[in-house]
């Protein structure tokens, strides 16, 4: 499960989801650690690279 793995309640990465709560730099690079990712991809816009 994603929340065991990044350490976030279930509660919380919910909110994060619905825009409910704003993540803080460390969150952000927790999140990116859990998912294997760079923070930057974390917030990259989708539609970059789209033409």
């Known amino acids: 499960m994603f929340a ?18 704003n993540p803080t730099i460390v969150t952000l690079w927790e999140l990116a ?7 930057i991809a974390l917030l990259a816009d989708d539609a970059e690279g789209e033409a």
């Open 33 to 39: 650690q859990a998912l294997e990712v760079t923070p």
């Open 4 to 21: 065991e793995r990044c350490g976030f309640a279930q509660n919380y990465l919910s909110d994060l989801e619905r825009g409910k709560r």
